[in-house]
Structures are given as C-alpha cells and as structure tokens.
C-alpha cells in the first residue's frame, strides 16, 4: 500500500484470532471481487451468526458452531461439497499404470497407460498437422489429431469457436492461437480457466523460440506446413515447461520465486549489475537454482514494459532445459513472448560456479554484442569472487530454499504467499514465496495431490462467476485454508488434525513471520540502471525509507 | 578478453558436436540436450585463447550459422557414421554458411558415433595408439552397419574445396582432414581437436599479422536485422 502501512498484512493477521469464533469455515462468496480495504475488514470480520454467503450457493445464512471442532467439519455444506468433488478424481489422478516408459516420445500410444495418463497435451496445426505431444510420438497421433482439428474445424464453421467438452472423469480444452490449435486432455481438477492458463504457456514457450510473426509467416506461405521442422529438438523444453507447470505454484500465481537472501547482499548484487552494462544490454538477471536473485531493467525499458513474470518462467525453463556447462557461454536468440511476442533479444547465460547453480542471464537487442556483453558477465564474476557473494550464493543452496519449520508453527505443512500491495506507479515483478515440500509431500504423488488441491482452490477464488475471498477446505488428508485480500493471495496447507482456532493461530503467526522476513523473501527495491533520476516518481532514483512505505516501495 | 582464433563445430542435429566438444573439455561423455543458439569455449592452447563456438544444428537456428562462423579459422564440419542424411545435409546446408569464415579457414570433416558400428572393434585393433580411455565391452552383435564411410568423407571434402576454389595442394590433404571419432568412448576425440589446433596457429599468426581481422569485421558488420526491433515493436 502506497498509504505507508508497513504493518497492513499484519495488522489483519492480528485482528483474526478475536473474531475467530465468527470465521465461518465455509467459503465467503465476496460478491464485489474488488472490494476495497474498508469491505475488506468487513470480510474478515464476520459476525458470529451473520450472513455469510456459501460456495454452492445454498442457503443465506450459515450457521455453524464456532466452536465445532474443524476435523469434523465435513458437516458444512461447503466442505461436503468439496470432499465429494474431491474423492473420486483425485483416485484417477494420482495413478499411473505400469509406470512411464524412460522416454515418453516412444510411449505406445495405444496402451491403456498411455490413456490413464493424467494429462495429455496436444499441438497442431489448422490443417491438422500434429506438431507436439506430451506423451507418444505426434506421428503416431496424427489421425487422433485429424480428428481433434475436425472437431476444432467443424464448430468453426457454424462460427463458434470450441472452448471444451467434459466427460466423466476428463476435460478436454481447445485453444486456438493463430495457426495454432492446442488441446488439453486432462483428469485433474484443475478448472477450464487455469488448463487454457496452461495452454497459453506451451503456446508462448513455442513463440519464445520461433516468434509469433514467423509462425504467422510460414503458415500464411504453407499451410500444411510442418512446424516439427522447426521445432525439432524443442520437444524436451515442452515437456519440461508441462512438467514445472504441475509443480512450480509460480505458474498458477503469476509469479515469480525469489531466493531468500539478506536485502544487504540482494542489494549489493544488483547494484553489481547495474555497474556491469554495456549498450543494447536491457535485462541483467541473475538466478540461482531457478530462483530470482535480482533483476535489473534498463531504465527507458521499465518506462514502458516491465519483465512479466510468464517470460522470466519460459527464460528459465528454455535455460533448464539445455545442457549446462560451466566452461561454455550460451548465445541465443529469444523472444520474451509477453514483452513482444514478434521480437528477438539475445540471451547471453553463462553459469558462474562449477555446480552450475548460480546463473548469469544477459538479454541484449544487438545480435553482434557477444564479446561486449561477455565481458559484462566477466565483470560481474570477478566483483562478485572479490565480495565473497559467489561462494555466499552457491554454498548457501545446500537447502534452496527454506523449511516451513522456520516458521515455528508446528500444524503448519506448507503454504503459497503471494503479495499483492504493489503500488500502481511502481511497476514491479510479481513474487511469491513458498517453502520447500517436505514432510508428506516428498513424493510425486503427494505433490500432485496438494498441488490439485492448490489449483482447486486458486479456481474457487478466481473464478469468474463467483471469486471468493476466503475458503476453508478440508481434505482427505490436510486441511488447507486459501484467503485473498487486497494485500495478499495466501494457500496455507494444515495438519488435518489442526482446529479452526488452531488454524487462525497459525495464520496470524505465519503472516507476522512473513512480515519480519520480507526483506529477505521479496526484491522490494528491484534496481535499474541508467544514471538519469526518474523524474516524477519521488524515489530520484534511489532507495526510498524502507519502514515507512508499504510492502513494495518504489524502484 | 578476445580470442586469438575461432574454431566453429557445424552440423545436423544430434550428430554429436556438443558431445565431442565437452569430451574433449570436459573429459567426460553425459547426456546432453539439443544445444540452442550457440555456445562459446575458451581453449587455452599454448600463448593462445582459441575460441570454439559449439552451434545448434536444428533447422530453427540455422539463419545463425554465418554469424557464428565468421572470421573463423576453422571450421568442424560434423556428421553420423550411421546417419547418410547428416553429411548430406552438410553440403546442402551448412556449407554455405562457412561463407563469412577466414578466407583461409581450414575443414574438417568428422563422423562421429563410431562406436555404434561393426568396424568399431577392427578399428580399435589396428590402432593401438587411439586406444579409447575405456575399452569397450558391447558384444559385437549389437553395432550396426556403417552407413558412411571415409570415402564418402573425403569426396566430401574435395567438393568443399571446389566451392571454395582452393586448390588441394594449398591446403591440407584430404585423408588428414577426415575423421571418425566417437564421443562416448573418446576415441580420436583429442587427436581430432589437437590436429586442428595445430593448423589452427599459423593462421592466428597470419590474422595477427594483418591486424585484428574478426574485431573489424564484427564491428562494421551491418546486420539487416539490426534494428532495435528486438526489443519493444
Ligand atoms: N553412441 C554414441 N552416442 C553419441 C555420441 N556422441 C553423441 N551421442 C549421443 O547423440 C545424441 C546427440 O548428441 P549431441 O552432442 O547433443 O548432438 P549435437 O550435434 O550437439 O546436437 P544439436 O545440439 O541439436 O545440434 C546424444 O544423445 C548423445 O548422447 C557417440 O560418439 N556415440
Ligand atoms: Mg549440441
């Protein structure tokens, strides 16, 4: 909040303990999702036997025993409605017969495992030709694809476009983006919205290596073109970017994970990179294990865009995706789709320690400044094995992260926090933080069953029809508790034992842990070079008194 | 820091150029991935920095390959001993990218992934002193038929130099300049890269001489593309 509350998220946390007994464990429909803080505070503090607005729907008033223990809470409508939707897809979801094949390009597309996988992804052409395939040889599918493009084609001409088809226990999502088609075939529960959500990445990580305009071109030539010529080789960056997509919470939210780092030395980085430049340079970002260390954006770049975080996910998967050598400087061209989907930069990466867990990402608009911005990447490297912060960096990944334990708050098994009191005039990345898994959430399977629940809840509270703004879900084996507010959008994942009180208790004391460490969590003073002051935005250019502006100040 | 000379590995997709290369700088065979761009390397040989740009074969980089290649001093024209398409393609269409190398840019040409083939063994026989730091133990059985062989290479080589117009006694004789090696087991793999380097110095010597050749180059070169139209449109 530009208002200079730098408690604000706090400030909420600590109100709920004393209205506990009125938080109401069901769904509070908000019916304007863009309440100001006034309703907000509203929200939050329900009256014991006050109206409160159920997800299904049902029924005006719930009334619920405040003090019900919330183990037992299956008796809501809410919570009753949510177990059963619950139950028998998540059975289908989870299983995966017979185990994967080593390569899934060689997967027997007429085996029953093949058509138990979770879920399918499918891009083809408008003339039908098949392009990728997450799992089985596009080949292979190319009449399954026929017949998806005759579908696609068929409800076209009546002009209409198809968005789904449901069926038992599937959803089917098509997505028509220029010459492309793209088609989600899924089991899990995610919502229509967030599997489009999906689709549109696989599209813009295809733009990302051949730029929207070329696409357009070569379809426009040739329409039965076949793009597996161009994107040979790019079916591992697809199959990667799926794979991230089902477990990186970054994707759902928009947003981007930072490295917890002492703000002294985050600062100390980005002031080395904003030091290191050269001209055409506009990005420096610098990333440790695929978490954000500190971007920095040249200053007349950040007047009119900002770095979204959808391209930072597709920079960081095209690099994950490649082989990684610390001895040899990569040198590529590559469209940030978001930024502009029909132009090229070229990406310098390099990787600074021998573990190939500290990694350097140049962006530049000139295709001849490899040498020039390689000697900014030198530059970088010797200043940052001078300070010591290398060796910081690199030896502090031993854990990437942080445990939930940190908290101290024992019912509490994981969480998502993404702020949201970004100040309009401060155009900033969008972050979020979350703990590393751990405890019942060490195996696949566990992760894709807390991750579904995740995506279940992220739908409820954006959904289109009606947003809510906080739910209270209990779940086979957890209890997770999702709330949005003007300041934050938080998923917080209980113990099943936890009681509401006991809930509330762990809200409070985590977003007060939070709170204390913001600085270390967030970039909330993200650099940018350029020597010019920014006029007009009051911060001329240098770091603004932390305490006394909101959660992100300015830039 | 710039480099005194460039060498530029060329060639179709996943015939084994990233994996020669970390071979041979690594000392070690790992999966790769299909490289994107290009990457560079620096090889300390002797008083000079030979640089080493390590390309993407796939078709969707291949408006890259001249700029990669310019200036170069030599060029490693790579293929797959089982894969006749791969040193097709070399001519098709990588050859023409060499364009904008040295103009006494020297070739190589390498066949890699010996070790897949039935003559594999016979080879490791008769060359005692290539012996690979691991011997091999797949049974013969398994390889299969080479599908090029040397001579294919070395007819090769001679249509590079018809296309360059070089004459074959200006430069370096066919049978040295093609190998076959393979980068899983190491076999040739250092003998490949140290007989370019070799070659590789007299020519730094001479682009020393006449001046910072590739520096100008790069500078003056005007790019059609150069606009700022990479970044916001
Ligand atoms: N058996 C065998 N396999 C090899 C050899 N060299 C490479 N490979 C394999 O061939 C595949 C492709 O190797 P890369 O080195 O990535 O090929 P590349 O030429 O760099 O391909 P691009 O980067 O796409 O141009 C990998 O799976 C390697 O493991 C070899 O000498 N023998
Ligand atoms: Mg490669």
Redesign the pocket.
């Known amino acids: 909040m530009a208002t200079g509350e730098p408690g604000s998220p706090m400030r909420e946390g600590t109100v709920l303990p004393k209205e506990q007994a009125g938080l109401c464990p069901t769904d509070t429909g908000g019916d304007e999702p863009s309440a100001g803080p006034e309703e907000q505070e509203e929200l939050l503090a329900p009256q014991s036997n006050g109206p409160v607005r159920v997800a299904d729907g049902q029924g005006d008033a719930q009334e619920e025993p405040s003090d019900k223990e919330l183990s037992d809470s299956a008796s809501t409508d809410n919570t009753l409605e949510d177990s059963s939707e619950f139950g028998r897809p998540l059975g289908v979801g989870v299983c995966e017969p017979g185990g994967p094949p080593t390569t899934h390009r060689d997967e027997d597309v007429t085996a029953a495992s093949w058509r138990a996988r979770r879920k399918h992804v499918f891009v083809l052409s408008e003339a039908g030709k098949p392009i990728y395939s997450r799992y089985g040889n596009e080949e292979a599918l190319s009449s399954t694809m026929g017949v998806m493009m005759a579908l696609v084609s068929f409800i076209q001409s009546g002009d209409n476009a198809i968005r789904s088809i449901y069926s038992d226990d599937q959803k089917l999502v098509f997505v028509q983006q220029g010459p492309l088609v793209l088609v989600s075939v899924s089991r899990t529960l995610q919502s229509e919205q967030q599997l489009r959500q999906e689709l549109l990445y696989v599209y813009y990580q295809i733009l990302s290596m051949l730029t929207q305009v070329s696409i357009t071109r070569i379809f426009e030539r040739k329409k039965n073109y076949d793009l597996r010529r161009l994107l040979a080789?790019s079916e591992k960056i697809l199959d990667r970017l799926l794979n991230l997509v089902e477990s990186d919470p970054g994707f759902l939210l928009g947003a981007v994970r930072c490295l917890p780092l002492p703000a002294s030395l985050r600062d100390t980085l980005g002031t080395l990179l904003q030091k290191a430049i050269t001209p055409n340079l506009v990005f420096s970002i610098l990333v440790a294990r695929s978490q954000l260390v500190t971007a920095v954006q040249e200053r007349a770049v950040i007047e009119e865009c900002r770095l979204e975080p959808t391209d930072l996910h597709l920079l960081l998967n095209l690099i994950g995706a490649s082989s990684a050598f610390q001895a040899g400087e990569i040198w590529t061209p590559i469209c940030l789709p978001r930024f502009n989907p029909d132009g090229y930069f070229y990406a310098y990466i390099s990787y600074l320690d021998a573990e190939c867990t500290v990694c350097l990402v140049l962006l530049s608009t000139d295709k001849e400044s490899f040498y020039a911005v390689s000697d900014c990447k030198r530059r970088v490297e010797e200043a940052m094995r001078t300070q010591g912060s290398l060796q910081v960096l690199s030896g502090g990944l031993q854990s990437p992260s942080y445990g939930v334990g940190q908290v101290g708050v024992p019912d509490l098994r994981h969480f998502l926090y993404k702020p949201l009191d970004i100040p309009e005039n401060y155009r900033q990345l969008p972050q979020f933080t979350s703990p590393e898994l751990e405890g019942p959430y060490c195996s696949e399977e566990e992760q894709h069953r807390l991750f579904d629940l995740y995506h279940y809840l992220h739908s409820r509270i954006h959904s289109t029809s009606r947003p809510l703004r906080l739910i209270y879900h209990v779940a086979e084996k957890e209890t997770l508790l999702a709330w949005v507010t003007s300041k934050f959008e938080l998923y917080t994942c209980f113990s099943p034992l936890v009681t509401k009180a006991g809930a509330i208790n762990v809200l409070t004391k985590l977003l007060r842990w939070i709170k204390k460490e913001e600085d270390r969590l967030f970039i909330r003073y993200p650099p940018k070079y350029s020597t010019t002051p920014n006029p007009g935005k009051g911060t001329k250019g240098g770091r603004p008194d932390g305490a006394e502006n909101g959660f992100f100040a300015g830039l | 820091m710039k480099p005194d000379g460039k060498v530029v590995l060329l060639?179709?997709?996943?015939?084994?150029?990233?994996?020669?290369l970390h071979r041979y700088m690594e000392r070690r065979?790992q999966?790769?991935?299909?490289?994107v761009g290009g990457a560079f390397y620096l090889k300390q040989w002797g008083p000079y920095n030979i640089s080493i740009w390590?390309?993407?074969?796939?078709e969707q980089f291949h408006g890259l390959g001249s700029m990669y290649c310019r200036g170069a001093a030599a060029v490693i024209l790579?293929y797959d001993v089982n894969n006749l398409q791969s040193l097709i393609e070399l001519e098709d269409r990588f050859l023409a990218l060499t364009d904008t190398a040295s103009t006494d840019c020297i070739f190589a040409i390498v066949g890699?992934?010996v070790?897949?083939t039935n003559e594999y063994a016979l080879l490791l026989e008769t060359e005692e002193e290539n012996r690979p730091e691991k011997p091999v133990t797949g049974c013969i059985s398994t390889k299969v038929q080479k599908q090029v062989h040397l001579d294919d290479a070395v007819a090769l080589y001679k249509k590079i130099l018809k296309y360059k117009m070089l004459d074959e006694k200006d430069v370096p004789a066919a049978e040295k300049m093609c190998f076959e090696?393979?980068?899983?087991?190491g076999y040739k793999v250092d003998y490949l890269f140290e007989t370019i380097f070799d070659m590789v110095v007299p020519i730094i010597l001479r682009q020393q001489a006449e001046g910072p050749l590739q520096t100008v180059e790069i500078t003056n070169y005007k790019s059609a593309k150069r606009t700022k139209s990479g970044c916001c449109a």
């Open positions: 080789g | 060639g179709d997709m996943n015939v084994g150029k990233t994996s020669l065979f999966d790769t991935i299909s490289t390590d390309t993407a074969g796939r790579t890699n992934k070790d897949l090696t393979s980068a899983k087991t």
